[in-house]
């Protein structure tokens, strides 16, 4: 099976078994729906939790999990990755990717010569994400993911369409 990350957990919350998870998700709500499967990453091992409850607090998710109802059932988790099930991820709507879907995707130019590879997606404050591309000589840059620079994405070709700018390289 393969897995997603959606979170790291930093901490527990109370004594009643809740963990305070960082999301690295745009649907918490729909990720921790009460009985849904979710799976923790804990000495090299996907542990299946099933979730009880869910709420959001200062901008992290506490979850509970069923038959974890008590700090010391879950504080050895502290640092570990919480994942789904990659074939439970969330359709999205056409033309929207996930970041892994964009890693390893060969970047070419408007007339279709190769640019590089595409090896991160970097979130910024309050801007758009970034695509940094690696050039086959090892140098990297950085191109904004906006309309303006990226044409085209076509994930069953491996390939994504850059107009280049001046100042990109």
């Known amino acids: 099976m393969e897995f997603i990350r959606i979170g790291k957990i930093i901490n527990t919350h109370g004594i009643k078994g809740e963990l305070k998870i960082q999301s690295y998700s745009d649907f918490d709500a729909q990720r921790y729906k009460s009985g849904n499967t979710v799976y923790i990453h804990y000495e090299n091992t996907y542990l299946p939790f099933i979730v009880k409850t869910f709420r959001k607090h200062k901008g992290n998710s506490l979850v509970s999990f069923e038959e974890h109802q008590n700090i010391n059932d879950v504080e050895k988790y502290k640092n570990s990755y919480i ?3 990659k074939k439970d991820r969330t359709p999205l709507a056409k033309g929207k990717f996930y970041r892994d879907e964009l890693i390893g995707l060969t970047a070419l130019s408007l007339d ?4 590089g590879k595409v090896i991160a997606v970097e979130e910024t404050k309050g801007a ?3 695509l940094r591309i690696q050039l086959d000589d090892g140098k990297e ?3 904004p993911y906006i309309p303006e620079f990226i044409k085209n994405v076509d994930i069953v070709q491996g390939t994504i369409t850059i107009a280049m700018q001046e100042g990109l390289l």
């Open 112 to 115: 279709e010569n190769p640019l």
């Open 141 to 143: 840059f950085l191109v």
């Open 128 to 130: 758009q994400n970034n």
């Open 83 to 85: 994942f789904i099930a």
